[in-house]
């Protein structure tokens, strides 16, 4: 059971605007920033989102971030085929010396 | 660029000790302002991270793993190694290092292209 909770799936058409939500604690998302890796199949994760709301150059403005206390979404805007993919959310735990928390994970499916 | 390389046995006997390694390239572990972490997925399943380490030896292990995993870095390789002993078939997983970065707000803005690591006799 992961430390953060994301809905296992999400789907949308081309076009549409999809989120996704991640739920915390004061421990996590609470006091630290939140990012977004993006995970193609059988690939490894690439971040996408940092600092809550940071893209990293070459990642689409399309992607966006967001986070108001214990929560934290990633929202992607006329969505394409090549978005499908599970997106993880993590942050910082300060609990027990510290460690990174990950998110269950989100198969986004492009209808 | 910076590239990272995982290496190490593909298969381990349960209850033996898992090791890896990380090569760097392109780039100095040494460099201050990164760490170094391990992450893992199970088959099917999310991403876990085992911890990670900074080129002068600090270290940051996740609770459920702590009294396992041994990580440490050899700047003259420019390598970081992770070790998980005790194995059980629960540790087969898919093993990727990469870089936490303080420029991303520590998030792991590398990775490697990971190892697969199954535990089997």
């Known amino acids: 059971q992961s430390v953060l909770t994301q809905p296992p799936s999400a789907s949308g058409t081309p076009g549409q605007r999809v989120t996704i939500s991640c739920s915390g604690s004061s421990s996590n998302i609470g006091k630290n920033y939140v990012c977004w890796y993006q995970q193609l199949p059988g690939t490894a994760p690439k971040l996408l989102i940092y600092?809550?709301?940071q893209r990293p150059s070459g990642v689409p403005d399309r992607f966006s971030g967001s986070k108001s206390g214990t929560s934290a979404s990633l929202a992607i805007s006329g969505l394409r085929s090549e978005d499908e993919a599970d997106y993880y959310c993590a942050a910082w735990d300060d609990s027990l010396s510290g460690h990174w928390v990950f998110g269950g994970g989100t198969k986004l499916t492009v209808l | 660029q910076l590239q990272l390389q995982e290496s190490g046995p593909g298969l381990v006997k349960p209850s033996e000790t898992l090791s890896l390694t990380c090569t760097v390239s392109?780039?100095?572990?040494?460099?201050?302002?990164?760490?170094w972490g391990w992450i893992r997925q199970p088959p099917g399943k999310g991403l876990e991270c085992i911890g990670s380490?900074?080129?002068?030896?600090?270290?940051y292990y996740s609770p459920s793993l702590r009294s396992r995993v041994t990580m440490s870095v050899d700047t003259s390789k420019n390598q970081c190694s992770l070790k998980l002993s005790s194995v059980t078939a629960a540790d087969t997983a898919v093993y990727y290092c990469a870089r936490s970065s303080g420029s991303y707000g520590d998030a792991f803005d590398i990775w490697g292209q990971g190892t697969v690591v199954t535990v089997s006799s």
């Open positions: 380490v900074y080129y002068s030896g600090t270290t």
């Open positions: 600092r809550n709301n």
């Open positions: 392109g780039g100095s572990i040494s460099t201050s302002d990164y760490y």
